[in-house]
Every structure is written in structure tokens, then in C-alpha cells.
T-cell receptor, first 115, second 114 residues
Framework: AQTVTQSQPEMSVQEAETVTLSCTYD???????LFWYKQPPSRQMILVIR??????QNATENRFSVNFQKAAKSFSLKISDSQLGDAAMYFC????????????FGKGMKLTVNP | GAVVSQHPSRVICKSGTSVKIECRSL??????MFWYRQFPKKSLMLMAT?????????EQGVEKDKFLINHASLTLSTLTVTSAHPEDSSFYIC??????????FGQGTRLTVV
């Protein structure tokens, strides 16, 4: 069965600095997706970034980028120029290629941004 | 991105009564929806997978008779918490992933049973 592990329950970062959130996963599949979701205090789950396993290039979305190491089954999220609005719970998730399959979530990590 | 609307956002009900939560896909057809429960500062716990026109698939340990799920159309799935008790108080979230790589989430429903 697929598993997603986020080993750091909490992290903090100073405003304008860079922080990296770690995630590892386990799967025997070759085609899959990986995601980072953000859950702010409103509790609305928001997609931050996604990575297709078949792509070697790391995904980027403005200040957010990933370091995808397929062989190591590692998928870290880097947040550059951290902003106060980045404070939230962050969840790493795995999704099988099949579009109607459930996502597997990590336990989440609470990010605090200090002014 | 696609929009999933969940209603109500908050509900308070008396112990022993039932409460229904709706999850609608507003701009796409959701053949599959997922219902999660989330405890404070915890990850999402999948309760069941809801497929349009068929019975929901429940995760191990989730009571089918307590958490009734109906997915009667391609845009609507409902979760009914029957004979609610205080221990059912929680945050419930729905999502849909039909045909997309990512899942889109509703706003969540905070249920309080008094």
C-alpha cells in the first residue's frame, strides 16, 4: 500500500526567508502524482503545487518549488520569500495515475511564519 | 480550478438527531467524491469513497449505518450523520478528483453535537 511520511510536525521560518518541508513516500507504481496542499486557519484545503512522476523537471509555482527525487521517493517543498500568509498546515499527498482514486495524505506539518 | 461547494459550513445539532451535509461540484461532473473527517491539528482521515449511482465504499472502522452516504447525481453527494452523539463532533470535508490529477475540496463542515 502507498504511504506518505512527513516527519517534521512543526517548523518555523522568519518572514522573507526560505524554508523547506520534507516528504517521503512509498509506492510500487511508476505513474503517479504528488501534491502539496495548504490548509490555513480557515481549513479550506488549497492545492499549492503538483508534480507528475514521469516528469524529470521539478515543478514551480511562483515562490513555491519542489525537489522531486523519484529514486529516493522524496518530494520536498521549498517556500521562498516566506510571507505571513504562508502560515498554515501543509500536507503532502500521493495520487495514483487513475483519476478516481483516493489521495493518500501525510500527517501534515504546521508552518509558522515569524514577522 | 474546479469548484466544490460544501454546505453547511457549521451545524449544531442535538444528540440523537441526524444531520445532512451536502457536497456539490459546481462546474464539473464528479463521478467520485471522498468524505474525510479531520480532528484538530490532525491529518484527513478518509471515511468513504462515493461513486455516482452505486453504494459508497467505506474505510475500515467507519460505521456504515451511522454515516450514510448518497451520491445520486454527478454533481451531488451527501453525508448524513445519523443519531449523532457528541463524539461525532468533528470537521468533515468532501473532495472530488474525477478525471483530474488533483483533488478539489469543499470548504468543510464543522459539526457540533450537544
Amino acid at each position: 500500500a502507498q504511504t506518505v511520511t512527513q516527519s517534521q510536525p512543526e517548523m518555523s521560518v522568519q518572514e522573507a526567508e526560505t524554508v523547506t518541508l520534507s516528504c517521503t513516500y512509498d509506492t510500487s507504481e511508476s505513474d503517479y502524482y504528488l501534491f502539496w496542499y495548504k490548509q490555513p486557519p480557515s481549513r479550506q484545503m488549497i492545492l499549492v503545487i503538483r508534480q507528475e512522476a514521469y516528469k524529470q523537471q521539478n515543478a514551480t509555482e511562483n515562490r513555491f518549488s519542489v525537489n522531486f527525487q523519484k529514486a529516493a521517493k522524496s518530494f520536498s517543498l521549498k517556500i521562498s520569500d516566506s510571507q505571513l500568509g504562508d502560515a498554515a498546515m501543509y500536507f503532502c499527498a500521493y495520487g495514483y495515475q487513475g483519476g478516481s482514486e483516493k489521495l493518500v495524505f501525510g500527517k501534515g506539518m504546521k508552518l509558522t511564519v515569524n514577522p | 480550478g474546479a469548484v466544490v461547494s460544501q454546505h453547511p459550513s457549521r451545524v449544531i445539532c442535538k444528540s440523537g438527531t441526524s444531520v445532512k451535509i451536502e457536497c456539490r461540484s459546481l462546474d464539473f461532473q464528479a463521478t467520485t467524491m471522498f468524505w474525510y473527517r479531520q480532528f484538530p491539528k490532525k491529518s484527513l482521515m478518509l471515511m468513504a469513497t462515493s461513486n455516482e449511482g452505486s453504494k459508497a465504499t467505506y474505510e475500515q472502522g467507519v460505521e456504515k449505518d451511522k454515516f450514510l452516504i448518497n451520491h445520486a447525481s454527478l454533481t451531488l453527494s451527501t453525508l448524513t450523520v445519523t443519531s449523532a452523539h457528541p463524539e461525532d463532533s468533528s470537521f468533515y470535508i468532501c473532495s472530488a478528483r474525477s478525471g483530474f490529477a488533483e483533488a478539489f475540496f469543499g470548504q468543510g463542515t464543522r459539526l457540533t453535537v450537544v
